[in-house]
């Protein structure tokens, strides 16, 4: 009995102060707001409490509100006051730290040469340039090779043409040379 009793003393502290506001048009209650900001948040105050107290009011008839779509819209109304938080907070600084190490492999790989880029241009050692130029060495022979090769293939490929045309051809002469003798001789 004595829970009811504070519930009731509770309510009735909670009718007195919303009374104030419930008299006053919102209309008005927005003009006072600074900014859009502040009257963002008084229609979200609004909200939330009219939904947290018809989620009282499903628990004390005895209902799960946890079911009911009120609890979906609290949810819905708390992260829309989290958005109006984050708008009204400044934002945070930058980080400014550079960091060198990052800023050392972004200026080795702009400067480094394609076939050399895992080695550190600055402790190049004359092995080592000798091993770059026998790489390149062998890349150009190879290239060389493979010219050669496309080289040889239209080539042939040429010559296989001119001795299909010419076979083609030589039936053709053939018959007209039959067709002249036997209109020579006409038995």
Same mark, same amino acid.
């Given at each position: 009995?004595?829970?009811? /009793?504070?519930?009731? @003393? ?19 209650? +927005? ?10 948040? $008084? ?9 947290? $107290?018809?989620?009282?009011?499903? +628990? ?11 609890? +979906? @819209? ?12 984050? $708008? ?26 394609? @076939? ?18 026998? /790489? ?25 043409? +001119? ?8 039936? /053709?002469?053939?018959?007209? /040379? ?10």
């Amino acid at each position: 009995m004595e829970t009811l /009793k504070r519930f009731q @003393e509770a309510l009735d502290g909670t009718s007195e102060e919303l009374g104030a506001l419930l008299n006053t048009p919102i209309a008005e209650l +927005r003009k006072q707001s600074a900014g859009p900001l502040e009257a963002a948040e $008084l229609d979200l105050s609004f909200a939330f409490a009219i939904n947290s $107290l018809f989620w009282t009011y499903i +628990r004390l008839c005895g209902d799960d509100p946890k079911d009911h779509p009120v609890n +979906r @819209e609290l949810v819905r109304i708390k992260e829309y006051m989290k958005k109006v938080q984050q $708008l009204k907070s400044p934002p945070e600084e930058p980080n400014l730290r550079v960091d060198k190490g990052a800023a050392k492999r972004f200026v080795k790989a702009a400067l480094a040469p394609n @076939e050399a880029k895992e080695v550190d241009t600055a402790k190049v050692t004359s092995d080592d340039k000798d091993k770059n130029k026998d /790489k390149k060495d062998k890349k150009d022979k190879k290239k060389k090779e493979n010219k050669q090769k496309t080289n040889q293939t239209s080539v042939s490929v040429s010559d296989d043409k +001119r001795k299909a045309e010419d076979d083609s051809s030589s039936p /053709k002469k053939k018959k007209k /040379k039959k067709s002249k003798k036997s209109n020579k001789n006409p038995t």
